[in-house]
Nanobody, 119 residues
Framework: QLHESGGGLVEAGGSLRLSCIASGGFFTNYGVGWFRQSPGKEREFEGCLRTSDGSDYVPDSVKGRFAISTDDDGVYLQLNSLKPEDTGVYYC????????????????WGQGTQVTVSS
């Protein structure tokens, strides 16, 4: 089971650090992804990471502003230079093996954490 936290209301240009914690901890070789869902839209990929070696990938759309990392406790998504269009519910997802850039294939999902960026 996954649990996200760290969301909130922030002004444009601000930062937040989202956390994704797995009950019992992540297994050694898991792919973990972050997705954002805005009202009326599909979940959009924001980054992923492989827990075995920490290798990560963020799409060009957020590269330089978002960063994904991991430690013994969980997987994190650092959100910097936030824009109003970054508003949405952020979900983490996990599955064994390679991280995925689409929602299909992820076995575990958290309940999401709301991020609201005011202009």
């Amino acid at each position: 089971q996954l649990h996200e936290s760290g969301g909130g209301l922030v002004e444009a240009g601000g930062s937040l650090r989202l956390s994704c914690i797995a009950s019992g901890g992540f297994f050694t070789n898991y792919g973990v992804g972050w997705f954002r869902q805005s009202p009326g839209k599909e979940r959009e990929f924001e980054g992923c990471l492989r827990t075995s070696d920490g290798s990560d990938y963020v799409p060009d759309s957020v590269k330089g502003r978002f960063a994904i990392s991991t430690d013994d406790d969980g997987v994190y998504l650092q959100l910097n230079s936030l824009k109003p269009e970054d508003t949405g519910v952020y979900y983490c997802a996990a599955s064994p093996g390679w991280p995925l850039v689409t929602t299909e294939g992820y076995d575990l999902w958290g309940q999401g954490t709301q991020v609201t960026v005011s202009s």
